[in-house]
């Protein structure tokens, strides 16, 4: 975004982003504080690397991918992961993550309740008990707080509607990657039905 303009995922097509800018909105939900990040498609896979120096081991990766079913998603898991492993899945297939308008994915602890998420129209949640922490990774990326920052799905309408689409990077594809990790140990948890 070192042009000041703000880019979506390839694999996300909207009409018209005005008013779309990298910030976020900070809640606290009983124990937890709930951060919901906009982030520009780039710098997702920095951050999340970034993210994942601080996330505490154990952890896991979280791949959700859209089954044959329509709103139907497949649920995968590689457990048991160290720091360096979780950044080595950054490093390798991040760009796609990122870039590609279906995928939703995470990282978090096993024995803490630290997680990321990437949801919907990458949309970017952090649930932690230490929101300092966070507050300096945003800090870095000079992200800056909003009472209630716009995000993507907040311009959708009929007038500006959204088209999702599969991407390939270097010709890889999200589905590619239950068989791409399988030497890592992802396994297929289950489906959830939107």
Known sequence: MEDGVFRVAQGIRIPDIQGIHSAYEL???????LFTIVLDAPRIPAFLQDYCEILPEP?????????????????????????????????????????DGYVR?????????????VSDLKTIQIYTLFPELVKNLLEKYGILE???????????S??????LIHLEVEEESIFD??????????YLAG????
Do not use: M
């Open 27 to 33: 809640k606290k939900n009983e124990e937890e504080w």
């Open 59 to 99: 952890g896991y990766f979280t791949l959700e991918l859209p089954a044959k079913k329509e709103n139907v998603y497949d649920i995968y898991y590689v457990d048991g992961c160290t720091r360096p492993v979780l950044q080595a899945i950054v490093k390798r297939y991040g760009d796609l993550l990122a870039e």
């Open 158 to 163: 009929d007038q500006n509607p959204c088209e």
């Open 191 to 194: 489906q959830r039905e939107e």
């Open 177 to 186: 990657l239950p068989e791409l990790l399988s030497d890592a140990g992802i």
């Open 105 to 117: 994915f995470g990282f978090a602890a096993h024995d803490t309740p630290e997680q990321i998420y």
């Open 146 to 156: 909003e009472k209630t920052c716009k995000k993507l799905w907040d311009i959708l």
